[in-house]
């Protein structure tokens, strides 16, 4: 997989890859595409809430 690879401001973890076209199919092929969660497998559209909280739902403040 030949990929080059440069880094900008050592020491703050940014770092960018440039992958051929054909390291990145294998990259796909390999951990999926973006937006699925395994290869092959789309995530779902919709994410579910904490049951504890209703869509919207501010917390109240209690009083002394």
Same mark, same amino acid.
């Given at each position: ?27 796909? *092929? @390999?951990?999926?595409? %973006?937006?699925?969660? /395994? +290869? =092959?497998?789309?995530?779902? *559209? @919709?994410?579910?809430? %904490?049951?504890?909280? /209703? +869509? =919207? ?8």
């Amino acid at each position: 997989m030949a990929a080059s690879i440069s880094s900008f401001t050592p020491g703050k973890g940014l770092v960018v890859y440039r992958l051929s076209p054909e390291s990145l199919e294998d990259l796909y *092929r @390999k951990y999926g595409r %973006p937006g699925e969660i /395994a +290869p =092959g497998v789309k995530a779902p *559209r @919709k994410r579910t809430l %904490p049951p504890t909280r /209703a +869509p =919207g739902a501010v917390p109240l403040l209690e009083a002394d």
